[in-house]
């Protein structure tokens, strides 16, 4: 059983900065053989891509609605995944969700569905 842990969540005035991490754990998972990306679903919304990075971390893709504000990367040693958020919008209020999809897949995935393991999620509020 994989088990996908989000952290760092929390309260923040509009123009200030988040660090989303997300944990990865199992037995037989061999984290840096899947991508991971981090979705956001806001109230009334449907779930949406927010950033990806494949296995080895050497290629990164973004919503255009996140781009030059967010940063994602990955420890692979740590099982770890980051979202660095900056420059923090209302609009970016959400429950942020972490997901792994795999194992060995070439392409990023955009779509909720293809992604096989789901963390719990963390609250992301931003204030005006």
């Known amino acids: 059983q994989v088990q996908m842990i989000e952290s760092g969540g929390g309260s923040v005035q509009a123009g200030g900065s988040l660090r989303l991490s997300c944990a990865a754990s199992a037995l037989t998972f061999t984290f840096s053989m899947y991508n991971i990306g981090w979705f956001r679903q806001a109230p009334g919304k449907e779930r949406e891509f927010v950033a990806g990075i494949v296995g080895s971390g050497t290629k990164t893709y973004y919503s255009d609605s996140v781009k030059g504000r967010f940063t994602i990367s990955r420890d692979n040693a740590k099982n770890t995944v980051y979202l660095q958020m900056n420059s923090l919008k209302p609009e970016d209020t959400a429950v942020y969700y972490c997901?792994?999809?795999?194992?060995?897949?070439?392409?990023?995935?955009?779509?909720?569905?293809?992604?096989?393991?789901w963390g719990q999620g963390t609250q992301v509020t931003v204030s005006s």
């Open positions: 997901a792994a999809d795999g194992p060995l897949t070439s392409i990023v995935a955009t779509i909720a569905e293809e992604y096989d393991y």
